[in-house]
């Protein structure tokens, strides 16, 4: 079965200051993945998606970015952090079924 | 637009007493639907799915779901609620199908559900 790490579990970071936030996956080869931003411990809001290697959809105009340099790695980065930047993110997998399978989630604080 | 809807932001029961945590949908075609549970500062678990075939479908940790098509909801269900089983609860569908699927899912804004002893 597949599983998703997310690296750091937790981060606190200054205003202006870059940002890189990891997800890898094993057990599973060319999965769909998807990044979220959970705010207050409520509702997801889908960042980005990618279907393949190189391969990005955003859903959000932000200061965000993501990459997928290898199929089983996938990067949400920030070239300079907001207040606004605030919050639980998750990395989510699909791979051959229909359901989503979450990481354990970067718990980001700007301050 | 397409949306999920969860009427209650939470849900109280006693111990022992059946639990019901509401979803409505909004979508054109057939979707797929889904629910998922958080506990405090961890990812989403995977619950259970509707695809196709019986509108009852069971899951993880004795969850059922009963999709019903003409009210467009798939009620979240539970005999008999324990106190673990509080926690967030959230439901999802998938109106993409077919080639170049991308398997998005919209999300509900969540439901908290609490169990007294």
């Known amino acids: 079965s597949q599983t998703i790490h997310q690296w750091p579990a937790t981060l606190v970071q200054p205003v202006g200051s870059p940002l890189s936030l990891e997800c890898t996956v094993e057990g599973t080869s060319n999965p769909n993945l998807y990044w979220y931003r959970q705010a207050a411990g409520r509702g997801l809001q889908l960042l980005f998606y990618?279907?393949?290697?190189?391969?990005i959809s955003s859903e959000v105009p932000q200061n965000l970015s993501a990459s997928r340099p290898q199929d089983r790695q996938f990067i949400l980065s920030s070239k300079k952090l907001l207040l606004s930047d605030s919050g639980f993110y998750l990395c989510a997998l699909v791979a051959g079924g229909r359901e989503q399978y979450f990481g354990p989630g970067t718990r980001l604080t700007v301050t | 637009a397409q949306s999920v809807a969860q009427p209650e932001d939470q849900v109280n029961v006693a111990e022992g007493n059946p639990l019901t945590v509401k979803c409505t949908y909004s979508?054109?075609?057939?979707?797929?639907l889904f629910w998922y549970v958080q506990y405090p500062n961890r990812g989403l678990q995977f619950l259970l799915k509707y695809i196709t075939g019986d509108n009852l479908v069971k899951g993880s940790y004795g969850f059922e779901a009963e999709f019903n098509k003409s009210q467009t909801s798939f009620h979240l269900k539970k005999p008999s609620a324990l106190v673990s089983d509080s926690a967030l609860y959230f439901c999802a569908v998938s109106p993409f199908h077919g080639s170049g699927n991308t398997g998005k899912l919209i999300f509900g804004q969540g439901t908290t559900l609490q169990v007294k002893p």
């Open positions: 979508v054109s075609g057939n979707p797929y």
């Open positions: 990618s279907v393949g290697i190189g391969q």
